[in-house]
């Protein structure tokens, strides 16, 4: 018997108090973002790129939950899912999609945000239909998910095809279809931060150094992909300790988890978000 008790398997519940502190700092953000707009020293359109940047960051670390993760279990066919971790395989997708709505940034906010959740939902399908290739025709195993006994989409029964002792294997249809979802957010939403970023920097960096756009422009797309790109991981990783571990998708106990993972996401992403639009600001001296 261990010391140590195991963690539910849902663990749902979000703490008042945290909630309530996690409200209180996000207005606090917001309130300083405001007072900046108002005292001149950001712009409106500033203003809303950190508004962007909180929407993109809490459409990431939704994403992450619906993507299927199996860690080392998947590796070895004892549970459901791509055989990597949840920070991981959350990055890859999202970042497919970052670049391409960042090659897209330069024609419109539509087509940069709809090619970006492209970009994300087709490198997650063809990750999903590449692991369940392996898993039938190389380990010679069915897909099958330990967390329900019927498909929720097809309503194909899974215990029969389920190998004792495992928590299942492969990814069946729920778990494929949740993951490109998973990845069209993701992708969307980590091309919402990009554009969010590209925009204020259009404007600030080149009034900052005293120069014309196009003299600074490898400047404002490198600085808005970097500051896009660690924004997408802090949100990743944080969801990675939310989940704790390997996840099947939308009919996983643990999904119901993203609410908490939300409202933290909110948080951190104003954070970074002002902290990211700061460095447009001009120093008194």
Not at 6 to 20: F, V, Y
Not at 164 to 183: A, D, K, N, R
Not at 254 to 281: D, T, Y
Request: glycine share 14%.
């Amino acid at each position: 018997m261990s010391a140590i008790a195991s963690k539910p398997a849902s663990g749902a519940e979000m703490p008042a108090k945290g909630a309530a502190i996690a409200v209180v700092m996000l207005l606090a953000v917001l309130g300083i973002g405001l007072y900046l707009t108002i005292a001149g020293i950001f712009t409106m359109a500033i203003f809303y790129s950190l508004i962007g940047i909180i929407i993109g960051g809490v459409l990431v670390t939704f994403s992450v939950h619906l993507v299927p993760v199996g860690g080392a279990p998947a590796a070895m066919g004892q549970a459901p899912g791509i055989a990597t971790g949840v920070t991981m395989l959350a990055a890859g997708a999202g970042l497919a999609g970052l670049f391409k709505g960042a090659w897209a940034a330069q024609f419109s906010y539509p087509v940069a945000l709809g090619t970006g959740a492209i970009g994300g939902a087709l490198l997650m399908a063809i990750s999903c239909m590449l692991v369940n290739v392996t898993y039938v025709f190389a380990m010679g195993i069915p897909a099958a998910s330990g967390k329900v006994d019927k498909d929720p989409l097809t309503g194909d029964t899974q215990p029969e095809y389920k190998s004792q002792g495992t928590e299942g294997h492969g990814l069946p249809f729920i778990s494929y279809v949740g993951g490109v979802f998973g990845g069209l957010i993701g992708g969307f939403g980590g091309t919402l931060i990009y554009l969010s970023l590209y925009d204020a920097y259009l404007t600030g960096i080149p009034a900052l150094m005293g120069t014309d756009v196009e003299s600074v422009m490898p400047l404002i797309v490198s600085i808005a992909g970097i500051f896009a790109i660690g924004m997408f991981l802090v949100n990743a990783v944080m969801t990675a300790y939310n989940i704790t571990g390997t996840i099947e998708g939308p009919h996983d106990p643990k999904f119901k988890r993203f609410p908490r993972a939300i409202v933290a996401s909110a948080v951190a992403s104003a954070l970074a978000g002002l902290l990211a639009l700061l460095i447009i600001v001009p120093v008194p001296f």
